[in-house]
């Protein structure tokens, strides 16, 4: 276990690991993220985790920006409790929606943030429409996401459609903001809070069969012609517009690629909290 013992006068006080919030995915809830609670507790003992319970089941499906608003709160609460500072993993959709809560919060003290398995450069998939949308066909989900009805959905806001570019531009809410391909009044704000972290650490692998492109776990996404784009060769890493070349260029970013892990195992095996999220808390 890693501690500093801080001896003074007749007492001392044992300084370990940094407290963690968990934010679960999109038709989940808090409990789908007990096995990795209860992992962290167990190979660092005495450490806070904060496991967040509210948007559980449908209401994930809630508008982001209205998650985000209500989450930050919880978030403030929190981090209010421990000024040295506290550690943050999401998971999917959590892993999209937490990152966007250290956006619009830029003075939280976040040190380190983990996405797993999230969306970072939005969505575009069959599969991932069949297990939350059954009726909607993948090629005409536009009409429905890029509307004022579907702007009130979780899925709708990072619905990213590379053949329908500039509706996903005119008509998405929430993406195009929080990623800064839309400049706006927060943009920099956006920036800064990403760039602050001590570590960003973004976990994913080509067999999530959920996340697609499973490259969007990383930032990467389908060009326009539906080739997909590494992150490090978009717009968003090249001209570093919400900090990951920074990140980058300071040692502060880790790309962790793991095959063989479908989306619905990332936050259920052991061996992945073990050697790709435990390490990464300090």
């Known amino acids: 276990m890693k501690q500093l013992l801080i001896f003074a006068s007749n007492f001392f006080l044992v300084v370990g ?21 209860t992992r962290i507790e167990q190979k660092h003992p005495g450490t806070i985790v904060y496991n967040i319970e509210r948007f559980g089941g449908w209401s994930s499906l809630d508008n982001m920006w209205y998650q985000v608003a209500q989450l930050s709160e919880n978030l403030k609460n929190i981090t209010d409790n421990h000024p040295e500072g506290v550690n943050f993993l999401g998971y999917s959709q959590g892993a999209l929606l937490g990152r966007t809560l250290l956006q619009a919060n830029p003075d939280h003290n976040i040190h380190r943030y983990i996405s797993l398995s999230g969306p970072q450069a939005g969505q575009y998939g069959t599969q991932f429409l069949h297990f939350y949308f059954p009726g909607l066909a993948l090629k005409t989900a536009f009409e429905l996401f ?23 531009l005119n008509y998405s809410q929430y993406l195009p903001y929080v990623n800064n391909e839309i400049i706006g009044t927060k943009s920099e704000e956006f920036k800064n809070a990403l760039t602050k972290l001590d570590m960003l650490v973004l976990i994913g692998g080509p067999d999530d069969n959920v996340i697609t492109p499973w490259q969007s776990s990383q930032f990467g996404f389908y060009n326009e012609n539906g080739t997909v784009i590494n992150f490090i060769d978009r717009n968003v890493y090249k001209n570093d517009v919400i900090g990951l070349k920074t990140l980058d260029k300071d040692k502060k970013l880790r790309i962790i690629t793991v095959p063989g892990i479908n989306h619905f195992m990332w936050h259920t095996n052991v061996s992945i909290c073990d050697n790709y999220i435990l390490p990464y808390l300090d």
């Open 17 to 37: 690991y940094k407290p963690v919030i968990l934010l679960h995915g999109i038709m989940t809830g808090f409990e789908s993220l007990e096995l990795i609670k």
């Open 146 to 168: 890029y509307s004022r009805v579907g702007q009130h959905t979780s899925v709708g806001n990072y619905w990213n459609d590379p053949y329908h570019h500039s509706l996903y």
